[in-house]
């Protein structure tokens, strides 16, 4: 049996996308759902969507930006004031940001590393002591196919999902032999609001359709890593094949192979950005 059965489960940025399907799936599953962003109304209606479908649920709602350290202290002491601690924690808010280094806002890269790095850390940092206390619990981090490879343009982003897996690796190691299981997930590209929030999309391309998988798919073969106590997975097979691949290579390799691309993509983001300046 997982942790999920019958557990306390909470889930961070749980208002969309991944997180919203993670929660809906783990509903029939779960004693109580926690489920944590800044979107209240989002929250408090599937709030209201799952005790509707599962009568015995329990949910919480937590508005929070997970940015800030005064609001994550604050939730994290209702959370075990109401709950007495959790038993899973899937710490999947995250953000990206698509753009040359020098070209981002700073405001937004430390935005970026606030939530997907430090409330990460945080996060896992208070809960899991007790689970290891009680022998029991486990941890799901969403990562990104960023963790294992990189690209020009996603440099920040990358390197905070690269931490991701330096920590859940480090800490799968260290957690052995003590009842509380890690694992990360690791996607390619999934159909949420992430692109929107990802900035101005400067390549003009959309995502090709073969790589790109439901939000479902992608909570559902998580959940199933998670369940088997898996330390990585990558939903998605055109993803799983790229990304692994992609890994294996040198880094020379991947670093000549990738650079040749910097140049244009230079070109295209000051052409872009001249564009805007223009109107
Ligand atoms: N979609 C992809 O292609 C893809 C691929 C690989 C990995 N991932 C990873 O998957 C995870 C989920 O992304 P998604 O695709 O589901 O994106 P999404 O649809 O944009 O959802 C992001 C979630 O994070 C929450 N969030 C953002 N900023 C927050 C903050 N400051 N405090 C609290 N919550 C915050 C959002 O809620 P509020 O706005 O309501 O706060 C929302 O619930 C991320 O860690 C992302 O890096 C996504």
């Not at 926690?34 to 009568?55: M, P, Q, S």
């Not at 590393?113 to 809960?127: C, D, G, K």
Request: glycine share 10%; aromatic share 6%.
């Amino acid at each position: 049996m997982s942790a999920i059965d019958g557990g306390i489960v909470m889930v961070t940025g749980a208002s969309a996308g991944i997180g919203e399907a993670l929660a809906t799936q783990l509903a029939s599953r779960a004693k109580v759902l926690i489920l944590v962003a800044r979107r209240r109304d989002r929250l408090e209606a599937l709030a209201t969507k799952l005790k509707a479908t599962h009568g015995n649920l329990e949910v919480s709602v937590f508005e929070c930006d997970l940015t800030s350290g005064t609001d994550r202290d604050r939730m994290v002491k209702e959370v075990d004031e109401r709950h007495g601690g959790v038993d899973v924690l899937i710490n999947n808010a995250g953000v990206g940001d698509m753009s040359l280094f020098e070209l981002t806002d700073w405001k937004k890269l430390d935005m970026m590393i606030a939530l997907n790095v430090t409330a990460l850390t945080h996060l896992t940092h208070h809960f899991v002591r007790p689970m290891i206390a009680k022998r029991k619990g486990g941890i799901l981090n969403v990562s990104s196919g960023f963790g294992l490879v990189v690209m020009p343009a996603f440099s920040t982003y990358c390197a905070t999902k690269h931490y991701v897996t330096g920590l859940t690796e480090g800490l799968a190691m260290e957690l052995r032999g003590t009842g509380v299981t890690i694992t990360q997930t690791c996607p390619g590209p999934v159909k949420t609001e992430f692109v929107a929030h990802v900035g101005d999309n400067f390549l003009g391309q959309d995502t090709p359709s073969f790589i790109e998988i439901s939000a479902e798919k992608c909570a559902r073969q998580s959940i199933a890593a998670f369940d088997r106590k898996i330390v990585l997975t990558i939903p998605g097979i055109v993803s799983a094949m790229g990304t692994y691949i992609g890994a294996a290579l040198p880094r020379w390799f991947r670093r000549f192979f990738f650079g040749l691309t910097s140049g244009a993509l230079r070109n295209k983001q000051m052409a872009a950005l001249a564009q805007k300046s223009s109107r």
